[in-house]
Every structure is written in C-alpha cells, then in structure tokens.
C-alpha cells in the first residue's frame, strides 16, 4: 500500500519570497512521484514528475523537486513566487506499472501576498 | 489537440435520484480514470478503464458505478445519492494500459451539488 502525507494545508508567502512545500510518502513498492497543481474551479495540471534518473526534477515555471530516497520525501520548491502561483499544490505516488491510479496527498493550499 | 473533456461541468441533484456524469479523453487515449475530490476526503480514487474493461476499483459502495465505451469515452453513475457525494469528479486518460512512464491528463471536473 502506499501513502502521502503533506503536512502543511496552508502555506502563505510573500510575493518574490522562496518557497517550500513538503511531501513525504509511503510505499512497498516502486513508485513514480508527482506533484500537480490546481487552480480554483479547474482540474488537475501535471506541474511535474519522477521517474528515474536524477533525482532533481524541474518544472517549466520554476519550480523544482528533489526526491530523496532514503528520507522519502519530494518537496516541491520555487526560489521565487508569483502571485499567480497562489493554487492548491498536491503531491501523488503511483506505481511504476499495472496502474495509473494515484495516492494523493490532502493538498497545501499556497496563497502569495503581494 | 483537444484536452479531457467532462459534461455537464454542473449539475444539482436531490437525495435519492440517480445521476450520470461523462468523460471523454483525449483522441487516442484508452485508458480512463475517476477521482472524487471531496474538502473532507481529498482527492479519492473510484475506477480505471482500459479496453472497456475495469483494471481497478476504489473503496466507494456500490452505488458508484462505472463504464467505458468501445470509442474509450467513459460514464460514470451514482445511483440513490446522498449529501455526501457532492464533490467534484474529475476524470483523467491517459495513452496506453497502465502505468510505466506514460502521464495522465486530467479533465475540468464535474461539480455535483446533492440538495
């Protein structure tokens, strides 16, 4: 069985301030990690993933994520926020085959002051 | 290429009835998947499809059920619902079977609203 726990429901930040949102997982098993994003009223949006290989993975908008194996955690971090990535953040496993069901954790809400 | 796409995006419906929510995905994708994303549960898993075929089931009763069509699109139904299924359900496809390293995508969701 696999589980995901994201400690922080809310995170608040200041605008151009850095950012860390923190996941720790679960899991017998292999696993791939993700995090997707969603904004009010909309579905979810891959933001980024790990497969293999290195274990920093980067996002197209600046975030990035590190999956460290023997704390199991993959934490998503921005060294600068906007306002628009005020959205709700939200780490998931899911296992590296026979499946695309995800385990998702219950999401951190990240609001950006201006 | 057109995204997941899931009707009605809203519906409002009364303890007791029955409702039916659809998703189709992406032009080429086979396989399809169902979440209820409640502010009390999260987001939980409810079904995947490939092929027609169910792969795997949540932990829901079953009043939840699912199907998909030979053209992939899929439907899910509640039947005699509850208060408690007022959520958001958002489906997802993805390319092939299942898993490796291949990405699902996500559509907007349906909100129910059970009065």
């Known amino acids: 069985a696999q589980s995901v726990t994201q400690l922080d429901s809310q995170v608040p930040v200041f605008e151009e301030a850095p950012v860390e949102l923190r996941c720790n997982y679960s899991s017998s098993v292999s696993v791939y990690l993700f995090w997707y994003v969603q904004y009010p009223n909309q579905g979810l949006q891959l933001l980024l993933k790990?497969?293999?290989?290195?274990?920093l993975v980067e996002s197209i908008n600046g975030f990035e994520a590190e999956f460290n194996k023997s704390q199991t955690s993959f934490h998503l971090r921005k060294p600068s926020v906007h306002i628009s990535d005020t959205a709700e953040y939200f780490c998931a496993v899911r296992r590296n085959s026979g499946t695309y069901k995800y385990i998702f954790g219950t999401g951190t809400r990240l609001k950006v002051l201006a | 290429k057109a995204g997941v796409t899931q009707t009605p995006r809203y519906l409002i419906k009364t303890r007791g009835q029955q409702v039916t929510l659809s998703c189709s995905p992406i032009?080429?994708?086979?396989?399809v998947s169902w979440y209820q994303q409640t502010p009390g549960q999260g987001l939980q898993f409810l079904f995947e499809?490939?092929?027609?075929?169910?792969?795997n089931k949540g932990n829901f009763p079953g009043r939840f059920s699912g199907r998909q069509f030979s053209n992939s699109r899929s439907e899910m139904n509640v039947s005699t619902l509850e208060l408690g299924d007022s959520a958001l359900y958002l489906c997802a496809s993805g390319p092939l079977m299942a898993g490796g390293q291949d990405t699902q995508y996500f559509g907007p969701g349906t909100r129910l609203t059970v009065l």
């Open positions: 499809y490939f092929s027609e075929t169910q792969r």
């Open positions: 032009s080429g994708h086979r396989s």
């Open positions: 790990y497969l293999s290989g290195s274990t």
